[in-house]
């Protein structure tokens, strides 16, 4: 069964910052992209951040350019997301995703809310 684990979520003041990260029980064979989507109540399920194996090509969503970073560690199979100048719009279970082999997993979720 593959597991996920996933930390770092929580609460924290607007212009505040957090980091996320998950590490999969994938095998790392296989793995193309790792990254980050959310979702919050009533939306759809958006992307944040991916970043590919091969050349370390990343995307993100125009809403978090320049404000989140998202890294991986390889070895770890392991992928990290660092928020700053959080917005009470990026309110959201943000999940962990993997790209296997074509096939998508997803992470359970963790809770991030932005909010004085």
């Known amino acids: 069964q593959v597991q996920f684990v996933e930390s770092g979520g929580g609460l924290v003041r607007p212009g505040g910052s957090l980091k996320l990260s998950c590490a999969t029980s994938l095998n790392a064979f296989g793995i193309a992209v790792m990254g980050w989507y959310r979702q919050s109540p009533g939306k759809q399920r958006e992307l944040v951040a991916t970043k590919t194996t091969g050349g370390g090509l990343t995307n993100y969503a125009d809403s978090v350019k320049g404000r989140f970073t998202i890294s991986r560690d390889n070895a770890k199979n392991t992928v990290y997301l660092q928020m700053n100048s959080l917005k009470a719009e990026d309110t959201a279970v943000y999940y962990c995703?993997?790209?296997?082999?074509?096939?998508?997993?997803w992470g359970q979720g963790t809770q991030v809310t932005v909010s004085s």
């Open positions: 995703y993997v790209r296997r082999l074509g096939v998508d997993y």
